[in-house]
Every structure is written in C-alpha cells, then in structure tokens.
C-alpha cells in the first residue's frame, strides 16, 4: 500500500504500489509456498486502508504492507503432509499476500477438490464468502415464508453479493425479486440471464417511483448492500412487520461514518412505526452453516438453477485498479484478478 486515500475520498490506483520481491525463503512449521492463481478484490478492504479500519474483523494496512485478501494458488512447496506440490488451495481468511509467489499458514487454506483450476475463481465468489454471504443472509435473516409470496427487493443487485442473494430468494420460493443497481447493462443482466422480476437503475430512474409500480404490493424483505438514499427509498416502500437484511453500506465506505451509520429520521420513524426488522448481518458470525450452505449453492449450481458471473481484470499490477474500479461500480458479479 503506497498511501491511504483518506476517510472523505474515493480510493485510487496511486494508494497501489506494483514492485518486484524476493522469492519466499523454504516455508517451516505448516507453512506452505504457493503461486498465486486468483486473486478477489472486495468492498470490505477499502476500510482497511484507513489508520483505523473501524471493523473488528480486519485491521488496517501499514504504508508500505503488502495488501492481503482471499485468493486461490498452486502449492508450490509444502510442510504439511495435508498438501502436496500441485494441489489447489482457496483462502479461508484474509491472509493471502497479493503476491505472486508467497507464503500461507496451512490453517488459512483449505483444498479444491473437483474443479479446474479455470473454475477456481468460483470458491472468491459463488463458492466463496459472497456466496455464503447473499445466500446465508436470506436464508438466516431473511424471514422468507414460501407460502406468503414475498416481494424481496436486492440493492447492489448486479454485484457479488446480490446476485446471489436474488437467485437464493426465488429459490426458496418468493414471488417477486426486483434489484437495484448502477447502469442499464446490470438491469439487463439481472432481468435476462438471473431472471429477476425487475430491475431499476438508481443512476437514470427515480427509484421511489419504479418501486411503486414494479412492487403494488409493497415490500417485504430488503437485502440492503448499499445504505444512504436508495435505501431510504426502499424502506418508504417496506410493509409492516418486514425484514431488512443490513448487509453493507458501500455508499458510505469513502466516507468518515461509524458502521453501520444511522438511518435518517425519516427512514428511522418508518422502521419504529412498521415493526420492520432490521438488524445487521454478519456471514462470518455464521461459520457453522458454511458447509451445508456451499452443498446448497453446489447442488442449484450443477443443476442450473443458480447462475455465476465474474468480471475479471488481468495481471497482479492491474489488481489496484481492478479494487478502485470495483467500488466504483465496473464489475458485473464478483470481481477477481487473475494474476
Ligand atoms: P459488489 O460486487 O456488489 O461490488 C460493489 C458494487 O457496489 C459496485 O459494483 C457498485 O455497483 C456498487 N456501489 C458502489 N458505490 C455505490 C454507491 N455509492 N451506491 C450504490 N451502489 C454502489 O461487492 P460485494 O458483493 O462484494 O459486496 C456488496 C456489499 O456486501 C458491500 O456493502 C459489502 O461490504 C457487503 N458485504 C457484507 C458481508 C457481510 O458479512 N455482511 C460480506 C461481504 C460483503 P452499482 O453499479 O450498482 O453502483
């Protein structure tokens, strides 16, 4: 990391530093070498390029500090008899080095088995933390009743998170799934290739209004990626007793605001007066459903009943870039590098 980009400001490519380093001394005590393959760019690292991270899941970076995610590699050299010179391994946490060539702790990894490794950007995705993370917060928080025929309304709805979130809702049965996002292009994708019921462009159309007419009957699940006005205008459209899954704030994330920042009065007094539901969702609070959630999302994805897109940049010194563009809103689901 080169600089911080400060609390206020957007990131850019120059807080990104692309320099060569050394090849890693032999690995000891369960450490392994590997080469990285995939790496994943999320909105979650922009916190941590501040002093602060603000997050008790994540600390800041130094000046200086290679930027670390999650990401997918090739054992190259191995101290644990788990993992031999050629396996695949996926990150379990935050700690993959965007490097080339690094090193991992074998208890940050855990073993593909039964994907190439062209298809192993799916585990930073559909099989990964975004996956779990749309799919377990409808599952989990959603309060989704098959029979009630819910409108379920998805905000960041062409990213990672929500198209999975869109695609996990109409499985489990509701009616309608309308999402929320920044271009015409996203509104096409969501409504052709996911098959949502509806999708407004909150940079073009007037979001309260489309709502109106794309959900007569009001809304009752909210899975809120964004926060700050599109928000407010989907809960004004909220029915009593309804649910609002607080994923994440993005619209607020170049900003200095705690997390999750307060609603406004309006939206606050809308909440109280409709009993709606809203409490904050955390995927990693939810580790014990991981694996029965990845069998799901395997079991819709081989049948076909679930679709995966990634928008993928090339070559670890566009990875920087790749993060900025991300929270900017290129990507059209999960967003990787593939080094
Ligand atoms: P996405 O793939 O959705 O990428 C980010 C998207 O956010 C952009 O493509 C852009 O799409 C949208 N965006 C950026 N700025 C704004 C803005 N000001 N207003 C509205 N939309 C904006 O990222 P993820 O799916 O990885 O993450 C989505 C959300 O989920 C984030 O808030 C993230 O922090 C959260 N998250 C939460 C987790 C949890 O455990 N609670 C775990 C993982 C992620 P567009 O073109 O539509 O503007």
Avoid at 223 to 237: A, C, K, P, R, Y
Avoid at 273 to 286: G, K, W
Wanted: proline content about 4%; glycine content about 10%; some cysteine.
């Amino acid at each position: 990391m080169n600089s911080r980009p400060g609390v206020n400001s957007a990131p850019t490519v120059s807080n990104f530093g692309y320099e060569p380093c050394t090849y890693p001394e032999s690995p000891k005590n369960r450490h392994l070498v590997v080469e990285t393959k995939y790496i994943s760019v999320d909105p979650y690292m922009r916190c941590r390029m501040n002093v602060d991270s603000g997050v008790d899941y994540a600390k800041a970076w130094g000046i200086g500090e290679t930027i670390s995610g999650f990401a997918v590699g090739r054992v190259l050299q191995s101290t644990n008899e788990s993992y031999k010179k050629g396996d695949l391994v996926t990150s379990t946490d935050m700690s993959w080095q965007w490097k080339k060539f690094t090193v991992v702790h074998s208890e940050s990894i855990r073993k593909i088995d039964g994907i190439s490794e062209e298809q192993s950007s799916l585990t930073l995705g559909i099989f990964g933390l975004t996956g779990l993370t749309g799919a377990i917060g409808v599952m989990e928080q959603g309060n989704i009743q098959s029979d009630l025929f819910q409108t379920v309304v998805v905000s960041g709805a062409a990213g990672a998170c929500g198209c999975v979130a869109g695609q996990v809702a109409k499985l489990l049965g509701c009616k309608k799934i309308i999402g929320i996002c920044g271009t015409q292009e996203k509104c096409s994708f969501l409504e052709e290739d996911l098959k949502f019921n509806g999708a407004v462009c909150y940079k073009s159309e007037n979001v309260k209004q489309r709502l109106a007419e794309l959900c007569p009957d009001g809304v009752d699940v909210y899975f809120d990626n964004v926060g700050g006005n599109i928000s407010d205008d989907v809960i004004s459209h909220m029915n009593k007793c309804s649910t609002v899954i607080l994923c994440g704030q993005i619209s607020t994330y170049n900003s200095d605001v705690p997390y999750p920042p307060p609603l406004n009065q309006a939206s606050a007094k809308l909440v109280h007066a409709n009993s709606i539901n809203r409490e904050r969702f955390l995927v990693l609070s939810y580790a014990n459903k991981f694996p029965s959630t990845l069998a799901f999302l395997s079991k819709a994805y081989a049948e076909g009943k679930l679709v995966s897109k990634e928008t993928i940049s090339h070559g670890l010194q566009n990875a920087g870039n790749a993060f900025v563009q991300m929270m900017s809103g290129y990507n059209i689901g999960k967003q990787i590098v593939k080094v």
